[in-house]
């Protein structure tokens, strides 16, 4: 296992298609977590999963966004109906928790950054 | 609400020399985690280093220490012998709920390292 992988990296779309990205975390992982990175900003939370089941959802994930973890393995992130203020870096990450600690930490994939024209 | 707040946007440094990125949180944990994570330009997010809120003693990684000030909400990453390869933008963080949720992140400070 090489740590968290995202596909695709670079994504350039028309503002109005809608894109999917994907993320592998690490196996042994049962928590995995999307963020959504502007330029020159810290990572903000969009929605988490424990296993299969989604745990919480941001309300930066407007209704135009959906994620999935259909076998509590690889994630999907969708969008819908793109605009240009979707422009972001899209990181995925992954952690273990254990009772009450993810002391383990978080490990982050490369990213998949979107561009919409 | 729990915050990150990094006040420095941006840093430099000599080559050799140390330096010091500051961050304060704000949380009603009494037990939490805490990171410093750095993003080179245009590669992933890696873990610098972590501290439990329990231990007095502050975690130390090779050249990368922290001064953890609990009653102060203060949490500063110390880089020593800084190197080229540690130009980068670094970023402080705490899980929502202390240990196991959604990681909170500053602002981030953006380091550069001069030869």
């Known amino acids: 296992d090489t740590g968290v992988s995202q596909d695709p990296r670079h994504k350039i779309t028309k503002r109005g298609q809608n894109v999917t990205f994907r993320c592998d975390p690490i196996?042994?992982?049962?928590?995995l977590y999307w963020y959504r990175q502007t330029l020159g900003q810290g990572p903000e939370f969009l929605t988490c999963?424990?296993?299969?089941?989604?745990?919480?959802k941001s309300r930066l994930l407007s209704d135009r966004f959906s994620a999935e973890r259909p076998k509590g393995s690889f994630s999907t992130l969708e969008i819908q109906r793109t605009e240009q203020g979707d422009s972001a870096m899209y990181l995925c990450?992954?952690?273990?928790?254990?009772?009450?600690?993810?002391?383990?930490?978080?490990?982050f994939g490369s990213g998949t950054r979107l561009t919409v024209v | 609400a729990q915050t990150v707040t990094q006040s420095q946007p941006e840093m430099s440094v000599q080559e050799a020399e140390t330096v010091t990125l500051s961050c304060t949180y704000d949380?009603?944990?009494?037990?939490?985690?805490l990171f410093w994570y750095k993003q080179p330009p245009s590669r992933q997010m890696i873990l610098v280093i972590r501290?439990?809120?329990?231990?007095?003693q502050n975690a130390t990684e090779n050249r990368f220490s922290v001064n953890f000030q609990k009653a102060a909400k203060s949490f500063s990453l110390k880089i020593s012998d800084s190197q080229l390869g540690d130009t980068a933008m670094y970023f402080c963080a705490f899980p929502r709920g202390g240990s196991q949720g959604n990681l909170i992140f500053g602002k981030g400070t953006k380091l550069s390292v001069k030869p």
């Open positions: 949380t009603s944990e009494n037990n939490y985690y």
């Open positions: 990450a992954s952690s273990s928790v254990l009772g009450h600690s993810s002391a383990g930490g978080y490990t």
């Open positions: 999963f424990q296993n299969e089941a989604q745990l919480e």
């Open positions: 196996s042994e992982h049962n928590r």
């Open positions: 501290q439990e809120a329990y231990k007095q």
